[in-house]
Nanobody, 118 residues
Framework: QVQLVESGGGLVQAGGSLRLSCAAS????????MGWYRQAPGKQRELVARITSGESTNYADSVKGRFTISRDNAKNTVYLQMNSLKPEDTAVYYCNYVSFSSIGGPYWGQGTQVTVSS
């Protein structure tokens, strides 16, 4: 089992910045990927950004150049730095963990609300 605890959401004006954090604990495998998904009201959950334990990253086209994902493997923590936020970034952001080397999962955090006002 893996537990994910998110923090850092909130309310910000358009053009502002927020930083999300997600700390993983439990049975963390050496080979894994952690990422952020988001779900806006009435929409499907979508990938925002993802980073592997080897630090390979991928981003949704809508956030490229504005968001940066990073991780601290010693702390089993992933971060999402969100700059130049837009109202359309408003959603509940969920942390995700997937193991490449053990069974179980994927695992999800409880979600953190990000609201961008215009």
């Amino acid at each position: 089992q893996v537990q994910l605890v998110e923090s850092g959401g909130g309310l910000v004006q358009a053009g502002g910045s927020l930083r999300l954090s997600c700390a993983a604990s439990g049975s963390i495998s050496r080979l894994n990927a952690m990422g952020w998904y988001r779900q806006a009201p009435g929409k499907q959950r979508e990938l925002v950004a993802r980073i592997t334990s080897g630090e390979s990253t991928n981003y949704a086209d809508s956030v490229k150049g504005r968001f940066t994902i990073s991780r601290d493997n010693a702390k089993n923590t992933v971060y999402l730095q969100m700059n130049s936020l837009k109202p359309e970034d408003t959603a509940v952001y969920y942390c995700n963990y997937v193991s490449f080397s053990s069974i179980g999962g994927p695992y999800w955090g409880q979600g953190t609300q990000v609201t961008v006002s215009s």
